[in-house]
């Protein structure tokens, strides 16, 4: 009797989030070029057809995965904001979170950038970016009410602030700063972003 070879299975528990968490790990330790659906059906154990149900091809994944990387994003500002707080202290707290994300997800948050600038961004993960940054929009808001700091367009505001940490996020994953000094360090850029470098 010829056996005929065993089929892979097409049905999956949770194929989309076992895709997801495998094409995470791609990214994270070979890069976004290394990303295969085809590679990512035999790693999870399914057809190579199979993917097809969740991601029509590997922009679909990438943007997925962009998506669910400022989802998390989100859910960690959502968590260290805390509006009771003195504007120095909260945005100290938030930038702190944001340095952790990056610090902890490199790979991801290059490919949720390059996805958010892209010019055919979804208007879901257009969403996704605005949620993500929308405690510091607050925080800006509340703080000009306030007499805190300038007036200005608040996300303008906010654009600046955030080039400010992402080029410390940027420097800690190229390697110029070490991820615990980056980290101890953001009162200090918070302070200096909130007061200047004039002497006082």
């Known amino acids: 009797m010829v056996r005929m070879p065993e089929s892979r299975p097409y049905h999956h528990g949770d194929l989309r989030a076992a895709l997801l968490a495998g094409a995470e790990r791609t990214l994270r330790e070979k890069g976004a070029a290394a990303l295969?659906?085809?590679e990512l059906a035999r790693e999870t154990g399914v057809s190579?057809?199979?993917p097809g149900r969740h991601f029509k091809d590997k922009q679909a994944l990438l943007d997925a995965l962009a998506l669910t990387g400022f989802e998390r994003l989100t859910e960690v500002m959502a968590t260290a904001d805390d509006p009771a707080l003195p504007v120095e202290e909260r945005l100290t707290r938030l930038a702190g979170a944001y340095l952790g994300f990056t610090i902890e997800?490199?790979?991801?948050?290059?490919?949720?950038?390059?996805?958010?600038?892209?010019?055919d961004v979804s208007q879901q993960l257009a969403a996704a970016v605005e949620r993500a940054i929308e405690?510091?929009?607050?925080l800006?808001?509340?703080?000009?009410?306030?007499?805190?700091?300038?007036?200005?367009d608040p996300e303008h505001i906010t654009l600046l602030a955030g080039a400010t940490l992402h080029g410390v996020a940027a420097f800690t994953a190229q390697g110029t700063i070490p991820p615990q000094a980056?980290?101890?360090?953001?009162g200090e850029v918070?302070?200096?972003?909130l007061h200047g470098l004039h002497p006082r």
């Not at 405690?135 to 607050?138: E, K, L």
């Open 105 to 119: 997800n490199a790979a991801l948050l290059e490919l949720m950038y390059a996805r958010k600038h892209d010019p």
């Open 48 to 50: 190579h057809a199979a």
């Open 182 to 186: 980056a980290l101890d360090g953001i």
């Open 135 to 138: 405690p510091f929009v607050r």
């Open 36 to 38: 295969s659906l085809r």
């Open 190 to 193: 918070v302070h200096h972003l």
């Open 140 to 152: 800006i808001e509340g703080a000009q009410q306030r007499g805190e700091i300038v007036a200005g």
